[in-house]
């Protein structure tokens, strides 16, 4: 019963915290009226890849927490956690696109230490946050260009 209410909890927050900060910071006539690269998705895109990416990370997160909670491995899956959340306020409701790249940028960092920390005894951990790494240095190349671009 403590895995299932653990695992439930990690899907919660995890999945929950998305969807609540997608919502709560949604993008609006500013982001609209910005000059965006060529590159730049349509928005319905976002909300699936991220909710997606959001179970992988609540299952790595629940996997490693049952494993070691008190882990460098541990600390860094929530320091990604928390820069991920971060981001969407700094960009959507301050609109400080050059200070959410550098959140993007540290969230990038933080997701490849996780990895590497994680790439011999978690290989599946690994491997479900390529995706989330990959996504994440898709969207530190749009935030840039998109602050370049205004």
């Given at each position: 019963?403590?895995?299932?209410l653990i695992?439930?909890?990690f899907?919660?927050?995890?999945l ?30 976002f ?42 306020p700094?960009?959507f ?18 997701i490849?230490?996780f990895i ?6 978690a ?5 479900a ?22």
């Amino acid at each position: 019963m403590t895995k299932l209410l653990i695992r439930l909890g990690f899907l919660v927050l995890v999945l929950g915290g998305g969807i609540l900060i997608g919502a709560l910071t949604a993008p609006g006539a500013w982001y609209a009226n910005l000059s965006k690269p060529v590159f730049n998705p349509p928005n319905w895109i976002f909300a699936p890849v991220w909710s997606l990416l959001y179970v992988l990370i609540a299952w790595v997160g629940w996997r490693q927490f049952e494993a070691d909670k008190s882990s460098v491995k541990m600390k860094l899956w929530w320091a990604q956690m928390g820069l991920n959340f971060l981001w969407s306020p700094v960009f959507f409701v301050l609109h400080l696109p050059w200070f959410a790249f550098v959140v993007i940028l540290s969230l990038l960092i933080v997701i490849g230490a996780f990895i590497q920390q994680v790439r011999r005894s978690a290989p599946i951990a690994m491997l479900a946050f390529l995706p989330y790494l990959a996504w994440v240095a898709f969207a530190s190349a749009l935030n840039l260009l998109i602050a370049i671009l205004n």
